[in-house]
């Protein structure tokens, strides 16, 4: 059954602001938006701490609970929530039955209204408990929101601080504000709101464990317009989704132009690989269009450096470097030595700012800290009609969860490097192969449709290290390996046997497990199950 609306003709002029009622959490510079708006001669109407906030500051201000003749009660929770109140915000100024409405029962229109809501999402963030937090759900806010938006033809609404100085600037040009500027204000006011609601949704779906609702959103807030996606033909945005995960959504740039759409996507990459690599001895990942293409570790973040840029130097050209400790001199010095697009670091010395002062074009962001590898957020893809959503990949193994599968198990040092490898193949393009030795990659297969073409491609890799270093043999000779995914068949075991592998690390599960552990026996090859297979697609 469809409902009839009065209709309203959107007004040609501005709409003067004779009355505003504001109502805010957040009190950045509301003192100096209000005393524009006095001196302008709107009236000031305004509930708790607004309104002493407001008086404090010698403005003249009118209580809610005075238009309505209702104090505000059950803890603040009922004081909005009044026909005084949404008549005001609702009422059509063109429509005569409105306006009759309005005289008889005494309602006075509201022109502006401002409200930013209580500070759930940031309670959330610091761990509040059940009670606190759904005492930070905001009721009356929401619902005066979207009464002032659905009225933007006569009402303007701000949500946020960062439009105070658009409103006064529209009202110093015409006077009042404009239909145009109500309607970009009522856009934001709706996605708020929205954004809001989902935020206590995911909380609530993640409190009572409910891993698949009914109804699933996400929200974020505009980070900077992009100048264009992936390709210059595509249009982008960066938002940001409130969680405060260290990393590129929440780091300082201290240098450079703007980050790219590919740019911030491959930084995440990057940061997130290295974070694996927190607590542990220095660590590097140079990442090449969302795959590393060199990871390593050192007595030092140069030396991890070094080691990481020796696996690709090709592909390292143009990279993003990212580091698990505070980027110092030495390791600035080296990282200058090529052109790189980003680095991320938890931190950086003064010396080595001033070293990349010098390279214009090189961003360096700093985060104050790094992810926690272990705790994940929920990710999600968008696909024809709808979306994907999962847990992060944030599972970790230790030494009990292996199982060592052939005749020799790995030595001390396979086991340190099967480990490192195992990190790193989480982070690569299914499907992966990753060549690890002494706590370095030597050669990396990414995202290749067959498995032992990864295999091959990794070699191949490791190979060309061995031709530009002048070595007499392949780093990937006493190297191990680990795969993403079972091998299905034996044929990428024997080319790892074949490139001098000893050790390799995988999840199991083919119906050709037999195989392939056969032939690693015959070949002396270590060999360990996890149990746990790494896709990334």
């Given at each position: 059954?469809?409902?009839?609306?009065?209709?309203?003709?959107?007004?040609?002029?501005?709409?003067?602001?004779?009355?505003?009622?504001?109502?805010?959490?957040?009190?950045?510079?509301?003192?100096?938006?209000?005393?524009?708006?006095?001196?302008?001669?709107?009236?000031?109407?305004?509930?708790?701490?607004?309104?002493?906030?407001?008086?404090?500051?010698?403005?003249?201000?009118?209580?809610?609970?005075?238009?309505?003749?209702?104090?505000?009660?059950?803890?603040?929770?009922?004081?909005?929530?009044?026909?005084?109140?949404?008549?005001?915000?609702?009422?059509?100024?063109?429509?005569?039955?409105?306006?009759?409405?309005?005289?008889?029962?005494?309602?006075?229109?509201?022109?502006?209204?401002?409200?930013?809501?209580?500070?759930?999402?940031?309670?959330?963030?610091?761990?509040?408990?059940?009670?606190?937090?759904?005492?930070?759900?905001?009721?009356?806010?929401?619902?005066?929101?979207?009464?002032?938006?659905?009225?933007?033809?006569?009402?303007?609404?701000?949500?946020?601080?960062?439009?105070?100085?658009?409103?006064?600037?529209?009202?110093?040009?015409?006077?009042?504000?404009?239909?145009?500027?109500?309607?970009?204000?009522?856009?934001?006011?709706?996605?708020?709101?929205?954004?809001?609601?989902?935020?206590?949704?995911?909380?609530?779906?993640?409190?009572?464990?409910?891993?698949?609702?009914?109804?699933?959103?996400?929200?974020?807030?505009?980070?900077?317009?992009?100048?264009?996606?992936?390709?210059?033909?595509?249009?982008?945005?960066?938002?940001?989704?409130?969680?405060?995960?260290?990393?590129?959504?929440?780091?300082?740039?201290?240098?450079?132009?703007?980050?790219?759409?590919?740019?911030?996507?491959?930084?995440?990459?990057?940061?997130?690989?290295?974070?694996?690599?927190?607590?542990?001895?220095?660590?590097?990942?140079?990442?090449?269009?969302?795959?590393?293409?060199?990871?390593?570790?050192?007595?030092?973040?140069?030396?991890?450096?070094?080691?990481?840029?020796?696996?690709?130097?090709?592909?390292?050209?143009?990279?993003?470097?990212?580091?698990?400790?505070?980027?110092?001199?030495?390791?600035?010095?080296?990282?200058?030595?090529?052109?790189?697009?980003?680095?991320?670091?938890?931190?950086?010395?003064?010396?080595?700012?001033?070293?990349?002062?010098?390279?214009?074009?090189?961003?360096?962001?700093?985060?104050?800290?790094?992810?926690?590898?272990?705790?994940?957020?929920?990710?999600?893809?968008?696909?024809?009609?709808?979306?994907?959503?999962?847990?992060s990949d944030v599972d970790t193994i230790t030494a009990s969860d292996l199982k060592v599968v052939t005749k020799r198990a790995p030595s001390g040092q396979e086991l340190e490097d099967l480990f490192f490898a195992w990190k790193v193949a989480k982070h690569v393009k299914s499907n992966a192969i990753v060549y690890v030795k002494d706590g370095a990659t030597v050669g990396i297969g990414a995202g290749q449709m067959s498995r032992v073409d990864s295999t091959m491609i990794?070699?191949?890799?490791?190979?060309?290290?061995?031709?530009?270093?002048?070595?007499?043999?392949?780093?990937?000779?006493?190297?191990?390996?680990?795969?993403?995914?079972?091998?299905?068949?034996?044929?990428?075991?024997?080319?790892?046997?074949?490139?001098?592998?000893?050790?390799?690390?995988?999840?199991?599960?083919?119906?050709?497990d037999q195989d392939v552990i056969d032939t690693a026996d015959r070949l002396g090859l270590a060999m360990v199950f996890t149990g746990q297979r790494h896709f990334r697609h």
């Amino acid at each position: 059954m469809s409902i009839a609306a009065p209709t309203s003709t959107a007004p040609t002029t501005p709409v003067r602001i004779r009355r505003a009622l504001i109502s805010v959490s957040d009190k950045t510079g509301l003192l100096d938006f209000a005393r524009a708006l006095h001196g302008h001669g709107t009236e000031l109407l305004s509930t708790g701490g607004t309104a002493a906030a407001l008086r404090e500051a010698g403005l003249p201000v009118r209580d809610v609970s005075e238009v309505t003749g209702f104090p505000e009660m059950m803890d603040g929770r009922v004081k909005t929530l009044h026909p005084m109140v949404h008549g005001g915000l609702l009422a059509l100024r063109d429509n005569a039955d409105h306006l009759a409405a309005m005289e008889s029962h005494g309602i006075g229109a509201i022109d502006l209204l401002v409200v930013n809501l209580y500070p759930f999402e940031e309670t959330v963030a610091k761990g509040a408990d059940y009670a606190t937090s759904v005492e930070n759900i905001d009721i009356g806010g929401p619902a005066m929101i979207r009464a002032a938006a659905k009225n933007h033809a006569f009402v303007a609404v701000v949500t946020d601080a960062a439009d105070y100085a658009p409103l006064l600037e529209e009202v110093a040009a015409h006077g009042g504000t404009t239909y145009a500027f109500r309607q970009r204000l009522a856009l934001t006011a709706y996605a708020r709101t929205a954004a809001y609601d989902s935020a206590v949704s995911t909380w609530l779906a993640a409190a009572i464990q409910e891993e698949t609702p009914r109804w699933r959103s996400f929200a974020g807030r505009l980070a900077q317009p992009l100048r264009y996606g992936e390709n210059p033909h595509q249009k982008a945005a960066f938002y940001t989704d409130g969680s405060n995960r260290p990393g590129v959504a929440t780091a300082k740039q201290w240098q450079g132009k703007e980050l790219s759409y590919n740019n911030i996507n491959d930084t995440d990459a990057a940061f997130e690989l290295v974070a694996e690599f927190a607590g542990e001895a220095p660590a590097c990942a140079i990442i090449k269009h969302a795959n590393p293409c060199g990871v390593g570790r050192g007595a030092t973040l140069r030396e991890a450096y070094q080691r990481a840029y020796t696996c690709d130097t090709t592909s390292a050209f143009g990279g993003i470097v990212a580091l698990n400790g505070v980027l110092d001199g030495p390791t600035a010095e080296e990282i200058v030595k090529i052109f790189t697009e980003v680095v991320i670091a938890p931190e950086a010395t003064d010396e080595a700012k001033a070293i990349f002062a010098a390279k214009k074009n090189l961003r360096l962001l700093t985060t104050g800290a790094l992810p926690d590898a272990s705790k994940g957020t929920l990710s999600f893809r968008q696909v024809a009609g709808g979306f994907l959503v999962q847990d992060s990949d944030v599972d970790t193994i230790t030494a009990s969860d292996l199982k060592v599968v052939t005749k020799r198990a790995p030595s001390g040092q396979e086991l340190e490097d099967l480990f490192f490898a195992w990190k790193v193949a989480k982070h690569v393009k299914s499907n992966a192969i990753v060549y690890v030795k002494d706590g370095a990659t030597v050669g990396i297969g990414a995202g290749q449709m067959s498995r032992v073409d990864s295999t091959m491609i990794g070699a191949r890799k490791a190979g060309e290290i061995a031709s530009a270093l002048g070595l007499s043999e392949s780093p990937a000779v006493g190297s191990v390996a680990a795969s993403d995914a079972f091998f299905p068949f034996a044929d990428g075991i024997e080319v790892l046997a074949s490139v001098g592998v000893k050790a390799v690390i995988q999840p199991g599960g083919s119906m050709k497990d037999q195989d392939v552990i056969d032939t690693a026996d015959r070949l002396g090859l270590a060999m360990v199950f996890t149990g746990q297979r790494h896709f990334r697609h």
